[in-house]
Every structure is written in C-alpha cells, then in structure tokens.
C-alpha cells in the first residue's frame, strides 16, 4: 500500500491513544505493534522523511489529582523519556519503518546527550543537530492528573536557540537530498523556512503540524502540501464558526494544500481533501451538512477506529463552493 511517498498514497495511520500524550515512550517502555508480512507489501526502497523542529527531555510526574497552590503532594509515577513534537513524529516514522532525518538543536549537556542517543536508538538519524557547547538543552516537566486525564506541560525552551546561520548550505542540500516528504512542527521558524524553500524548490510535498497559532507558522503554511490541526487550531486560525467550515477556509487561503486534518482527541479526526477531479454536476451541500451526514453513518457496533468518507462534492460555505472529500475517523470508545 506505500507504493509511493510522495504524496504518501494510500498511506497507513497509526494512532496511539494515551495519557502521556506529550512524551515519546523509550523502546523499553513501548510495545511495538507487529504486523504480518502477509498483509502488507514491502516498504519502498525511497522512504526519507526530513523534519525539522521540537526535541525535549520529559519528566513525567503523574498525581491523583492536580494541586491547589502550595500544596505538597506525592506522584504516584515518575518516568523520564524524550518528547518534542518533532522528535515524537520523527520517532513515530522510525518505527513504521521510514528513514527519517531531523534537524534541531541541543547543549552539550547530559539532556542534550540523551536526546540524541535515544532518537539514534530508534532509528532517527540526528547527524543534522546541531549541538552547542553552552547554554542547556530543551525540558518540559509534565504533570498528568489521573483525576481529570488532563496534562499540564512547564517547558523550558533550549539555550541558544536555532538561528538558520548554523545550518550550512552544505549541510541543508544534503539534508534535503533524496527526501520524500518534509514535516514542521512549527518551531525553529526561522530555520524551517529556509528549509521549506529549498524542499518546495525540488517539489518536495510538505506536511506542517499546526498545534497553536505561533510566530512565523503562517509562512510555513503557504508551502505546505498538508495540515494536521489540534482540535482548535482551524477555527483560531480562520475565525469560522464551525470546524467543518474552518478546514473549508483553511484549503480556500492556502492554494498549495491538499488535504487538512483537525485531530478531535477520543472523536478521532476530520480529514477535508480538495478533489482535483470533481464533477461539474457534483452534488451541492454545505460543509457542517455533510459532516452530520457522515455521522449518521457511524455504526456503534463497531470496536475498531473506523473511517466514513463522503463522495466527492461541491461543499460550500458562505457562498463559496469547492470540490472535496471530507473524511472522519471515528475511535471506538475504549481503545
């Protein structure tokens, strides 16, 4: 089924639903899932991810419930594992059997040295770090609250920060060489765009994670290929009313977008793709109309995440019309 990475047709995902949402799970910790050679093709022998953004150490302490201001209580867990939105989508790809690249940065300090040799255990090459010989590398305590499954991130940013002067041009050509797709995660902006005109140069498809409105991520939206949205995202970003109408907005404003998905926590997620093939006679119907149709279709049977895409139509909202898919991943409650 991964017959190609660009633009990853037909590709699989993989969703892992758990309370330490922030932090990537060390292979010690972490279960892979084994799937049968029988049920899927051979990977390709071109699988080179580039990604560029957030590493972190992660000190997980987990309580019975969060604390009221001076309180002093116990943890009922503790874990240190990596985290950073690029290294977890970097190690996320490593594991599925991609070959991923990632640029960042790091001190020279003993976070610094863990990042990299846990990234490098999992298969991420890091040969593209930078790594400073002062300052201290990027680490986030999170506290997770049993009581309301929520988690509170205290993150304390690397020092110096990436400035794209330490990326040589040498390094960035042989970085971007031969890869299939580039991933932001919307930090390192200044860097990430340099990389993003050279990537977007070779016609190189471009995914960027939109977690939160940050400075300099509408730039890296004007060349992305694809979005992935934080369940609120879409609407701060766009101003509309609805999440359906957002993701409608969103590929109205950004020409070279192809498909935008908003991820909805234990509802899964809406995938709106333009459909370059849409019928002139298509049927007509308004974006939140459509959604609401597919929830119709859910069948509460089922025990497994389950995917209802609509046909191609011309979907509208406030007088602006466009031909698309609108795709909802549904979680079954309890996995």
């Not at 640029?103 to 040799?117: F, N, T, W, Y």
Request: hydrophobic share 40%.
């Amino acid at each position: 089924m991964l017959s190609s990475l660009s633009p990853f047709t037909n590709a699989i995902s993989l969703n892992l639903v758990s309370s330490f949402s922030s932090a990537r799970f060390t292979p010690s910790l972490f279960t892979r899932a084994q799937m049968s050679s029988e049920s899927l093709p051979p990977l390709p022998e071109h699988r080179i991810v580039l990604g560029c953004g957030s590493v972190s150490v992660d000190f997980l302490a987990t309580v019975a419930s969060y604390p009221n201001p001076d309180d002093k209580i116990r943890s009922t867990s503790f874990k240190v594992q990596g985290g950073g939105n690029a290294g977890n989508a970097l190690t996320c790809t490593a594991r599925l059997g991609l070959n991923p690249r990632l640029i960042s940065k790091v001190a020279s300090d003993a976070q610094g040295k863990s990042i990299l040799e846990e990234l490098e255990a999992d298969g991420v090459n890091t040969s593209f770090f930078i790594v400073s010989e002062e300052g201290n590398s990027p680490f986030t305590y999170v506290i997770v609250d049993n009581q309301t499954k929520t988690r509170t991130c205290i993150h304390t940013p690397g020092y110096p920060p990436l400035i794209p002067e330490e990326l040589s041009q040498s390094s960035l050509l042989s970085a971007v060489n031969g890869a299939n797709m580039v991933y932001f995660d919307g930090r390192l902006h200044e860097t990430a765009l340099v990389i993003a005109k050279e990537a977007a140069s070779k016609n190189i498809p471009i995914l960027v994670e939109a977690e939160r409105k940050r400075e300099g991520l509408d730039d890296l939206l004007s060349f992305a290929s694809y979005a992935i949205c934080s369940a609120k995202f879409p609407q701060a970003w766009t101003g509309a009313p609805s999440v359906p109408s957002a993701l409608l907005s969103m590929l109205l404003r950004l020409p070279n977008l192809k498909f935008v998905i908003v991820t909805l926590g234990e509802d899964g997620c809406i995938m709106m793709e333009r459909s370059v093939d849409g019928a002139s006679d298509a049927e007509e119907m308004d974006v939140q109309s459509l959604l609401e149709s597919l929830k119709e279709r859910k069948d509460e049977s089922k025990t497994i995440p389950t995917c209802i895409s609509s046909l191609s139509v011309r979907a509208c909202h406030q007088r602006r019309c466009y031909h698309l898919l609108l795709k909802w991943l549904h979680l079954a409650v309890g996995l």
